[in-house]
């Protein structure tokens, strides 16, 4: 190679250098030179989420003189909240969030909204208990009994009563007892619990043996007890969307639903000011929301934050959780009777727990010809087939002959809430998992909530984050 041929080279070289340069954003602000004036939307906090926890965050934000943006991929806030309406009765079916605690949190929330509430009543429920393996009546299964059911409850609750941090988040002791992360099924031997395990079962809808004890403890914890015992409460219509349709009328244009965000940029050290820029395709075309402060709710998986620039450390966190799989639905059957309730239990199984992935349960719905299906996986599963699972147990029911026409069901509705339950095993708790997760509260002006960081329980998210929220008005 000649001089002048190096000299070109490295001429070119640099004039490429400057093309990729000037072709990038160089700043954020030229960055917001990209959209027009009225596609740039200023705001102090911008939620991403508009389910439980996002939707909560936002109305106490606004409350409390802050400015917010909420980005909901859905047409609709509310998340795992579902109603579905009968067209003939116009009953509403609430196939997704049922109850709530009768906490004054609660009450608080759905009086701001205008939402009436009642304590919520369990119906007598006829039950069957069916292996759906073979679709036969367990005519064997007893179900515990009351006594001895107290009996265990009793010695749950005082295992409990010695973790009371439990209530507010994954606040543990260091170094973490043993006995958080035994395997539950060890504890239910060490204590006898055994009456319990069904109930809990029926509470988490989910394989709870081979759990380290802290989650079962996490969601079968002391206010979820006092609910059992004391009532839950529920909304007066037994509509539960209207918390969510009411909280969109108070939130107006700051709710941005059917949107997609396409990418953040974060500063790399916070800043009072205005430079979070979040780059999202709406309905009416691409906006760009300037923020001080993000508040990510939606489940902290490093595929569901691919718009994200992840740090190291929220990378280290995030790729370590497993879930579940989660489905519900309401099928029209005439064959099954409208007044039972029929619950999954396994013939041959420790305590009688069903074999997943499968049905959990078949429920009464109020309206005639109607029932709720819940599905559990231990793993993702197609939406199909989870539909052809649900429609081959239903072909397989012989639940005393006479009682079930076991033909195919028909999807009223089917809704898929996987990713579930987002978990990490005994050995990364025992490493100080959640002192870390928790120690990206507030990295590059982000911070957290959502059922991840505390419990698969609305009542006890909005709590939760009530204890986030000051930090978001600094
Ligand atoms: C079937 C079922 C029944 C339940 N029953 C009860 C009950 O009776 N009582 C109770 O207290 N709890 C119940 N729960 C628990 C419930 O999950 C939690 O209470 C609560 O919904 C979790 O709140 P969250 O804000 O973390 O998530 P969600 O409420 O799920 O909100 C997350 C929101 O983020 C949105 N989203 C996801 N990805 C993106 C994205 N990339 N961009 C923008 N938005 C996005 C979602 O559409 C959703 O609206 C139930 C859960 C299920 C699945
Ligand atoms: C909620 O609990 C309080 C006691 O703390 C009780 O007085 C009230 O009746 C309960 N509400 C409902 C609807 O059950
Ligand atoms: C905010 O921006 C102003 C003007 O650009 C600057 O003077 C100030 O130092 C910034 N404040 C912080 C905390 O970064
Ligand atoms: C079972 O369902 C089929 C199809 O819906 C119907 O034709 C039949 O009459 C039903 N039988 C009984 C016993 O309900």
Not at 397 to 403: F, I, V
Request: charged share 20%; with cysteine; aromatic share 10%.
């Amino acid at each position: 190679m000649t001089p002048s041929t190096r000299t070109l080279l490295k001429v070119c070289l640099r004039l490429y250098l400057i093309g990729v340069a000037l072709a990038l954003p160089s700043n954020k602000h030229e960055h917001e030179r990209n959209y027009k004036p009225q596609d740039v939307i200023i705001r102090d906090v911008c939620i991403i989420g508009g389910g439980s926890t996002g939707t909560y965050s936002a109305i106490r934000l606004r409350d409390m003189g802050k400015s917010v943006a909420v980005v909901e991929i859905k047409d609709r806030l509310g998340g795992h909240t579902e109603t579905y309406i009968d067209p003939v009765s116009h009953v509403p079916i609430d196939y997704g969030v049922e109850f709530f605690h009768n906490l004054s949190l609660v009450t608080d929330w759905f009086t701001r909204l205008g939402v009436s509430w009642t304590k919520a009543i369990i119906p007598p429920i006829n039950t069957q208990n069916v292996d759906f393996r073979t679709g036969i009546i367990d005519a064997s299964y007893v179900p515990a009994s009351q006594a001895a059911l107290g009996q265990a409850l009793g010695v749950w609750t005082s295992l409990l009563l010695k973790y009371p941090t439990l209530n507010y988040g994954f606040i543990l002791p260091d170094p973490v007892p043993d006995e958080l992360l035994t395997p539950f099924r060890d504890t239910v031997k060490k204590y006898s619990l055994d009456a319990l395990v069904y109930l809990i079962f029926e509470f988490r809808q989910e394989s709870i043996l081979d759990q380290p004890t802290l989650y079962v403890m996490k969601n079968f914890g002391l206010d979820l007890i006092n609910n059992i015992i004391n009532g839950f409460l529920t909304t007066a219509d037994h509509d539960n969307s209207e918390i969510y349709q009411k909280a969109l009328g108070i939130l107006g244009t700051d709710a941005l639903l059917s949107s997609k965000v396409e990418n953040i940029d974060r500063p790399s050290s916070p800043s009072a000011n205005y430079t979070i820029s979040i780059a999202v395709s709406t309905p009416s075309g691409r906006k760009l929301i300037v923020a001080k402060k993000l508040l990510i709710t939606i489940p902290p998986l490093p595929h569901i934050l691919d718009f994200l620039d992840l740090t190291d450390a929220e990378r280290d966190v995030f790729s370590q959780f497993n879930f579940v799989g989660y489905w519900t639905s309401i099928v029209r059957h005439d064959g099954i009777p409208d007044d039972i309730q029929i619950n999954n239990i396994g013939a041959d199984t420790p305590y009688n727990l069903p074999v997943l992935p499968g049905i959990i349960s078949i429920t009464q719905t109020g309206v005639p010809g109607l029932h709720g299906v819940k599905f559990g996986s231990p793993y993702a599963m197609s939406d199909d087939d989870v539909k052809n699972s649900i429609i081959d147990t239903f072909k397989r029911l012989k639940t005393g002959g006479a009682d079930v026409n076991a033909t195919a069901p028909d999807f009223v509705v089917f809704s898929s809430h996987t990713p579930f339950d987002l978990k990490v095993g005994a050995d990364a708790i025992k490493a100080g998992f959640y002192e870390k997760m928790y120690a990206l509260q507030g990295v590059r002006g982000t911070w957290w909530t959502g059922a991840a960081w505390n419990v698969h329980d609305s009542s006890l998210l909005w709590a939760f984050t009530e204890g986030v929220l000051p930090s978001l008005l600094a």
